[in-house]
């Protein structure tokens, strides 16, 4: 069974940082692109950032120049370092894949997700 797993959140002061960590595992034969959403309770799940398979990446504007997004391919881990943390950061943080466990199957598939609390 394909599953992804998230680690890393928690409670900052504004200003802070945290990583997210994302690990894929399971019968795996190919990761596409990897990415971070966020959501807050009574709003629609939103992009944070995405990076493809050669590393290429996307933010949605509200986190650039604040967030990094990297992946370990060799380690089906994608990284989210986030760094001047806003209490408008506070959300539920998920990860997505868009893998394939065969040759001819590729789905899209989400972590768990993880709270990250921006608050003094």
């Known amino acids: 069974q394909v599953q992804l797993v998230e680690s890393g959140g928690g409670l900052v002061q504004p200003g802070g940082s945290l990583t997210l960590s994302c690990a894929a595992s399971?019968?795996?034969?190919?990761?596409?692109?990897m990415g971070w959403h966020r959501q807050v309770p009574g709003n629609q799940r939103e992009l944070v950032a995405r990076?493809?398979?050669?590393?290429?990446?996307d933010y949605t504007g509200s986190v650039k120049d604040r967030f990094t997004i990297s992946r370990d391919n060799a380690k089906n881990t994608v990284y989210l370092q986030m760094n001047s943390l806003k209490p408008e950061d506070t959300a539920v943080y998920y990860c997505?894949?868009?893998?394939?466990?065969?040759?001819?199957?590729?789905?899209?598939?989400w972590g768990q997700g993880t709270q990250v609390t921006v608050s003094s």
């Open positions: 997505t894949a868009r893998m394939s466990i065969t040759v001819w199957n590729t789905n899209d598939y």
């Open positions: 399971g019968r795996i034969f190919r990761i596409y692109d």
């Open positions: 990076i493809t398979n050669s590393g290429a990446t």
